[in-house]
């Protein structure tokens, strides 16, 4: 039987999964990201949603190893176990919510002696020449385009950098994370696939099968993030209204934010 003087000086400490701090909190809250979200959709994307996968998590990992782990190593961690399929999509989810409402932000225009000038840095706009072949305002039309055939459900869109310097574009259905190429999750098996597809399975199949030392390149860097889930539009948009919410997201970018990611 334990003392209470022994009670007392017990302390136990459990670490918790809690949303990350934005700058500018209340004024997001109150303000919302123009012309993105209004204070009604930021606060359905960031201060419920964010909030509840950040619970989620917490549950779902209290009282084992990862709980002391940020969303990015629980991913690392997860991705190749499917008995922890959920903790993954959780991990996933708040990961990927993160980076989009970061890449978002509103910029801080500065004083009016020094203004802080939002565009592409010209290391991304001849990275993305380099690897489509397009300039940036071309490439956002067929990024469009090709989330409204290539995620007709829920999913995230992600510009990452590879191994080699290039710039891809993944489009993850669910919660796919652009780090672990099996769980890109970049094909919905719920509907017949493409040849294109069908070839993108093939290849992973002899990559795998071929490598003599059992490990394979798998290096990406996520450089823009946004979130396709219809949570993130509806509110503001509507049920059709996914083409314009990406639209005012491609055209709307915190670059600041972004060219220090491929930069780093």
């Known amino acids: 039987m334990f003392k209470k003087s022994m009670l007392k000086s017990t ?9 990350p701090k934005l700058p500018n909190i209340n ?21 419920q949603y964010q909030a509840y996968l950040c619970d989620q ?6 009282g084992t190893s990862l709980e002391s782990y940020y969303p990015f190593h629980i991913i690392l961690n997860t991705a190749k176990k499917p008995f922890q399929t959920n903790i993954f999509n959780l991990a996933s989810a708040t990961h990927n919510n993160h980076l ?3 890449n978002i932000l509103p910029v801080d225009k500065g004083s009016n002696s020094q203004k802080v000038e939002n565009r592409p840095s010209d290391i991304f706009l001849s990275r993305i020449e380099m690897s489509f072949g397009k300039k940036w305002d071309d490439l956002k039309d067929n990024i469009i385009a090709d989330i409204n055939t290539k995620l007709l459900g829920q999913g995230w869109f992600c510009l990452v950098e590879n191994a080699q310097k290039q710039l891809q ?3 993850l259905q669910n919660n796919g994370t652009p780090y672990y190429f099996p769980r890109n999750q970049l094909i919905d098996m719920n509907s017949a696939i493409n040849i294109d597809e069908f070839s993108y ?10 490598n003599k030392n059992g490990k394979i390149q798998d290096w990406t860097l996520p450089i ?3 979130n396709v889930w219809d949570f ?3 509110e503001d948009y509507g049920v059709a209204g996914r083409k314009k919410y990406l639209h005012n997201v491609l055209n709307n970018l915190n670059w600041n934010v972004i060219n220090k990611r491929l930069y780093n």
């Open 100 to 102: 989009f409402i970061e």
């Open 11 to 19: 302390i136990i400490r459990r670490s918790i999964h809690t949303v």
């Open 201 to 210: 399975l093939q290849k992973i199949r002899e990559m795998v099968s071929n």
């Open 224 to 226: 823009i993030m946004i």
């Open 169 to 171: 574009a993944l489009y």
């Open 232 to 234: 993130a539009y509806l």
């Open 57 to 62: 998590l917490t549950m779902a990992t209290a």
């Open 27 to 47: 004024s997001l809250s109150k303000q919302g990201i123009p012309p993105i979200l209004s204070s009604k959709g930021f606060n359905t994307v960031w201060n």
